[in-house]
């Protein structure tokens, strides 16, 4: 019976492997958001431009920008998330306008 190994696991220690773990930051891109019951509802997305670093909401063929508000909602459905990449410290666009997240 063989074990299956992630490719960081194989050139790390397993300590040096956890401390890249707790390391790890995201930042949010987007949010699809559902309104409606079980049975049924609507869809909308919320998207960070990675062009203009602002946010747009897309509602069926319509696009509009967001405003000041936090873009998830008690709507949210589905978040995604990118990892940052190593050393990075803020939001996708530095003034903090994404909302990065710690994984420990």
């Known amino acids: 019976h063989q074990h299956k190994r992630h490719a960081h696991e194989e050139h790390h220690s397993e300590g040096e492997a956890e ?3 707790k390391d790890m930051r995201y930042d949010l891109k987007g949010v699809v958001n559902h309104y409606g019951g079980l049975g049924g509802g609507h869809y909308t997305a919320t998207c960070l431009s990675d062009t203009s670093n602002k946010w747009h909401v897309f509602d069926d063929s319509h696009v509009s ?3 000041p508000e936090k873009p998830v909602s008690p709507s949210a459905y589905v978040l995604f ?3 940052q990449e190593q050393g990075r410290t803020n939001g996708a666009n530095g003034n903090g ?4 997240m710690d994984v420990n």
């Open 19 to 21: 401390h890249e773990h």
């Open 65 to 67: 920008s967001a405003g």
């Open 81 to 83: 998330y990118v990892r």
């Open 97 to 100: 306008t994404a909302e990065p």
